[in-house]
């Protein structure tokens, strides 16, 4: 039986990784005339930008200054994303869980600051009895840490709970801990090689949470 539900945050409940991807776009090809491929930044989601910056060093070369790319890309992100609003199916699957008498947790490779500022900011952060971020743990996703703390706080078996994911990172550290999950990409991972997952949908509104839980129950 079902106890708890597992969040992701970044291209789950709002859509960070395509106003990420439009924005390194934006800012390398402006400075580089370099043409990012969304097939190679979406390798890099759901984990930190360590594999990513990599990417582009190896691309670009020495001419490569991070933290200007950094910057400017961030400044184009923030705009991109002050007016978001979480993806559709979201609240209701948050109402669900807490009306289903789940235990409700986030796990994120991102920072403490960045997922409470956006969740308060979509009036979602009450939805959630723990918060697990990059902060809490010495390795994020694709490592398993994140979900092994989640269940620590949860006090409930790999089996007890399910994993909600946008990004393969984030699908191989669900697998790693033995969770099951169910995938829900965003434009930027839908033709990411996801394997070996219990449910993939394109939108938490193609079907409702109880129906979720009833074939993880089945």
Same mark, same amino acid.
């Given at each position: 039986?079902?106890?708890?539900?597992?969040?992701?945050?970044?291209?789950?409940?709002?859509?960070?990784?395509?106003?990420?991807?439009?924005?390194?776009?934006? *800012?390398?090809?402006?400075?580089?005339?370099?043409?990012?491929?969304?097939?190679?930044?979406?390798?890099?989601?759901?984990? =930190?930008?360590?594999?990513?910056?990599?990417?582009?060093?190896?691309?670009?070369? @020495?001419?490569?200054?991070?933290?200007?790319?950094?910057?400017?890309?961030?400044?184009?992100?923030?705009?991109?994303?002050?007016?978001?609003?979480?993806?559709?199916? *979201?609240?209701?699957?948050?109402?669900?869980?807490?009306?289903?008498?789940?235990? #409700?947790?986030?796990?994120? @490779?991102?920072?403490?600051?960045?997922?409470?500022?956006?969740?308060?900011?979509?009036?979602?952060? @009450?939805?959630?009895?723990?918060?697990?971020?990059?902060?809490?743990?010495?390795?994020?996703?694709?490592?398993?840490?994140?979900?092994?703390?989640?269940?620590?706080?949860?006090?409930?078996?790999?089996?007890?709970? #399910?994993?909600?994911?946008? @990004?393969?990172?984030?699908?191989?550290?669900?697998?790693?801990?033995?969770?099951?999950?169910?995938?829900?990409? =965003?434009?930027?991972?839908?033709?990411?090689?996801?394997?070996?997952?219990?449910?993939?949908?394109?939108?938490?509104?193609?079907?409702?949470?109880?129906? *979720?839980?009833?074939?993880?129950?089945?």
């Amino acid at each position: 039986m079902i106890k708890a539900a597992i969040f992701d945050f970044d291209g789950l409940i709002l859509d960070t990784e395509t106003a990420w991807y439009d924005a390194y776009k934006e *800012v390398l090809k402006r400075q580089f005339q370099f043409n990012l491929p969304l097939e190679d930044f979406a390798k890099c989601v759901g984990s =930190n930008d360590t594999m990513f910056l990599s990417y582009l060093q190896k691309e670009i070369g @020495s001419q490569l200054n991070i933290d200007s790319i950094r910057e400017e890309a961030w400044k184009l992100h923030s705009q991109y994303v002050s007016d978001a609003k979480a993806r559709e199916g *979201v609240t209701e699957y948050l109402q669900g869980a807490k009306d289903q008498g789940l235990t #409700v947790s986030l796990a994120t @490779s991102s920072t403490t600051e960045w997922a409470t500022t956006h969740l308060t900011n979509l009036n979602l952060l @009450s939805y959630f009895d723990f918060l697990v971020t990059k902060d809490m743990v010495d390795r994020v996703k694709p490592a398993p840490d994140l979900f092994l703390k989640a269940l620590e706080n949860l006090g409930v078996e790999a089996h007890e709970a #399910v994993v909600f994911e946008d @990004s393969l990172n984030g699908l191989l550290a669900a697998q790693k801990a033995e969770l099951p999950t169910v995938i829900i990409p =965003n434009p930027v991972t839908a033709g990411l090689p996801f394997e070996n997952y219990h449910l993939k949908l394109n939108s938490m509104a193609d079907m409702t949470l109880k129906e *979720v839980l009833k074939t993880l129950d089945g």
